[in-house]
Each structure stands twice: as structure tokens, then as C-alpha cells.
């Protein structure tokens, strides 16, 4: 098995900008807040980063292998929608969930396959996600504290 670390560094900018680096490859992955919610609405939030990474990795599964598994793709986009109760964050009612309570994949796919074929390969991406992988397969979390009095 081989395994690999990969590190983003998050830091705020100014106001309620947050910048992350992904360290290895210099990238830069900007976050924002609604000025609903006192930011100035210049980039998705955490939440919608999340969605995106979400969508965006099912849809490199899919242009990855589906040659592999002949699937006749002519177009492919994917929607990710999740639906949230804003009164968990805020602790506005203690028993909302805080993050999303429902995730949902819409495929938009045309290809000269069948429906089963379609069926059978939309299976295939859910279950080889890596993204996806993460949230069902929940991960070991740990906490490391860096303090400077």
C-alpha cells in the first residue's frame, strides 16, 4: 500500500478571506463568507468548496475510466447539491446538525451506452471516489496544537 500526506495550509487574509496552499504543489484555494454573514463575497465558502471538490472528483473518476469500462462518453457534468440547516452553526437550535444533513450526485451523462451500462458505471464512480470514500468511510481525525503564548 502506498500512501501519501497531502497538506494544505489555511490562513486567514484580511476580514473573513481564507487562503489555502496545497503546500507540494504551490496551489492557492481561496474561501469566503456572504456579506450576508459579514464577508465580502468574494469567493464560495468552505461549504460550497466542499460540494465542488465533491462533484469535481466523481467527474475525474468518471473522464478516468470510463474508456476503461467502454463507456462511450459524449458529454458529462455533474451537479452536487447539499442541504444544510444554517441553525446548527449558528447554535440557534442545539439539536440542528451542523454540517450537511444530505448529499446528492446529479449526473448529467451522454453516452452511446445503455441505461444499464450508465447504471452500472455511475455505481462505479460512487464507490471509487475518493472524496466520496471520506465522508461514507469516515477518517481517523487528529488534532495537533502549535501554541505560542
Do not use: W
Request: with cysteine.
Amino acid at each position: 500500500m502506498s500512501i501519501n500526506t497531502i497538506q494544505l495550509n489555511t490562513c486567514t487574509t484580511e476580514g473573513t478571506k481564507i487562503k489555502a496552499t496545497v503546500t507540494d504543489r504551490n496551489h492557492d484555494i481561496l474561501f469566503d463568507q456572504p456579506k450576508e454573514r459579514k464577508g465580502s463575497d468574494t469567493a464560495p465558502k468552505p461549504t460550497e468548496v466542499f460540494l465542488a471538490s465533491l462533484g469535481a472528483c466523481k467527474l475525474v473518476v468518471a473522464k478516468s475510466f470510463a474508456k476503461k469500462y467502454k463507456i462511450n462518453l459524449k458529454a458529462v457534468d455533474i451537479t452536487v447539491e447539499g442541504e444544510i440547516d444554517s441553525k446548527g452553526f449558528s447554535q440557534q437550535d442545539p439539536n440542528a446538525k451542523i454540517g450537511f444533513s444530505t448529499l446528492r450526485t446529479i449526473f448529467n451523462i451522454e453516452a452511446d451506452n445503455t441505461k444499464e451500462e450508465i447504471d452500472n458505471f455511475i455505481q462505479f464512480i460512487e464507490n471509487h471516489c475518493p472524496v466520496q470514500d471520506t465522508i461514507v468511510n469516515q477518517p481517523n481525525f487528529e488534532t495537533v496544537l502549535n501554541h505560542k503564548p
